[in-house]
């Protein structure tokens, strides 16, 4: 039994994690040897043989479109089994190197490893095994979010595309025309890291042009020292408020519709989170997580 | 026509069962959660691909 990892054993968990996380922008070129060996590994498990039929789709809507049109039926999920699996095929990938477990042993895992480092997922129908392949074009922050701000961050053989921000899925608009929003079209997004995001896209001082709205109380939380700032615009009020610290050292702003009698921000933000009249959370903005009701 | 079917979905987990089933007994609890924080990066690959 392995009880303490050596310094050595350390170092390399580092190592394989960035190997993996390296695949997802840098697939291997498509090799149908490689991608036959994992099928004939899944079909086995399900005591079958690998179909002679394997088809390639250039993205996840071509696999699900060729998948549905030969099953008869609407198909809406991919297997999910391929690079979203690149975790746990890295977490097996570990214990074989550090020889916990044996080259043999691990034999199908790496079928697995092959297959995702050149492919992204699959539909396997017992007679035609549908294979994804890689994205034309896959882009990441520093995090490792699909984000661009300059086109689709993910692009896909057949021109499927898709656009993100720092990881929060977005319309294309936002990108292609991010000032473009009108006043209601802005308040319609509900979602507020959408929200967010087009925010940050197209400039905070923008946000508040457009909404011509004017600060009718800032506060800042003494004990967090998180900002608030509660705005006036037209009939609507809104509070303008800081993240927490995220792991990655951001703080990012967020601004969502509160209450219309709301007069201070310290009571805003209690009316956010609780479910106080907007006169109380005013006259006692103090706000106790566990206490109040 | 002929109607096909699918295998099943997230045919990985059928993998990955085969594979669990020898480290506990090989490696303790600490090293399997160490293991674990350091492919959390490469996990996030699941969350982050999901298209909502």
Same mark, same amino acid.
């Given at each position: &039994? /392995?009880?303490? /990892?050596? *310094?050595?054993? %350390? *170092?390399? &968990?580092?190592? !394989? *994690? $960035? %190997? =993996?996380?390296? /695949? /997802?922008? #840098? +697939?291997? +070129? =498509?090799? $149908? #040897?490689? !991608?036959?060996?994992?099928?004939? !590994?899944v079909y086995r498990l399900y005591d079958m043989k690998r179909p002679q039929r394997v088809e390639v789709a250039q993205s996840p809507v071509a696999a699900l479109r060729l998948a549905s049109d030969l099953t008869g039926t609407k198909q809406t999920q991919l297997d999910w089994c391929g690079i979203c699996d690149a975790g746990w095929v890295a977490f097996y990938d570990y214990f074989e190197r550090i020889g916990v477990t044996t080259r043999e042993e691990n034999a199908d895992v790496r079928a697995l490893r092959g297959f995702l480092s050149m492919a992204w997922d699959s539909v396997l129908l017992d007679e035609c095994a549908i294979v994804v392949a890689r994205p034309t074009l896959l882009l990441v922050d520093d995090d490792g979010n699909l984000h661009s701000t300059s086109g689709p961050c993910i692009e896909w053989g057949d021109g499927e595309r898709d656009f993100a921000y720092h990881g929060t899925w977005i319309d294309e608009r936002m990108v292609r025309d991010p000032r473009g929003y009108s006043r209601e079209e802005y308040l319609a997004i509900t979602n507020t890291e959408q929200r967010r995001a087009l925010s940050e896209i197209a400039g905070w001082d923008w946000v508040i042009s457009l909404l011509g709205g004017t600060t009718m109380d800032r506060w800042t939380d003494p004990r967090t020292k998180l900002a608030y700032e509660l705005i006036q615009a037209g009939e609507q009020r809104l509070l303008k408020k800081q993240s927490p610290e995220l792991a990655n050292g951001s703080q990012p702003t967020y601004i969502e519709p509160v209450h219309e009698t709301l007069r201070t921000a310290a009571g805003a933000r209690k009316w956010q989170a609780t479910r106080l009249t907007p006169e109380a959370c005013d006259a006692d903005p103090a706000l106790v997580y566990g206490v109040e009701t | 026509v002929k109607r096909l079917e699918r295998l099943r979905e997230n045919v990985g987990v059928d993998v990955f069962a085969n594979a669990w089933s020898r480290i506990p007994e090989r490696a303790n609890y600490d090293v399997r959660s160490a293991v674990m924080r350091h492919v959390q990066a490469v996990m996030n690959f699941r969350t982050l691909l999901i298209r909502g």
């Open positions: &039994m /392995l009880e303490k /990892l050596t *310094a050595k054993q %350390e *170092a390399l &968990m580092s190592k !394989v *994690a $960035r %190997e =993996y996380i390296a /695949l /997802l922008t #840098k +697939p291997k +070129p =498509y090799n $149908r #040897k490689t !991608v036959n060996t994992w099928l004939d !590994v | -």
